[in-house]
């Protein structure tokens, strides 16, 4: 039997994987960002490295983030792990057929 439970772990579940979807998005868009910017200073490697000295602090600090970003999103997937294991125990049968089960015990002797 379903209750409330089950529909709240339902919506949570279809929540984180309607944001993991929408990071995985992010995370090639951020990607695109990146060639877009090492293509910009293709030719000239010496305004590249005053452009990555004067920002030092700030690629530190988005470097940081991308830490933290991708350890939320390992995170969320194994939210889902488990979410989707508890979700799948309301699945199996409560209360089995005992015919059933006797007659399957006198096959096995």
Do not use: G
């Amino acid at each position: 039997m379903k209750d409330r439970y089950f529909y709240a772990l339902s919506d949570c579940l279809a929540r984180r994987k309607e944001w993991v979807r929408d990071v995985e998005i992010f995370f090639r868009f951020r990607e695109l960002k990146e060639k877009a910017e090492k293509e910009t200073f293709k030719n000239n490697l010496i305004i590249y490295l005053i452009y990555k000295i004067i920002n030092l602090p700030t690629n530190f600090l988005n470097f940081l983030s991308k830490i933290r970003q991708y350890s939320d999103y390992n995170k969320t997937l194994a939210e889902i792990k488990v979410i989707s294991l508890e979700m799948s125990k309301y699945n199996k049968p409560q209360i089995t057929n005992r015919s059933e089960n006797n007659a399957e015990n006198k096959k096995d002797t």
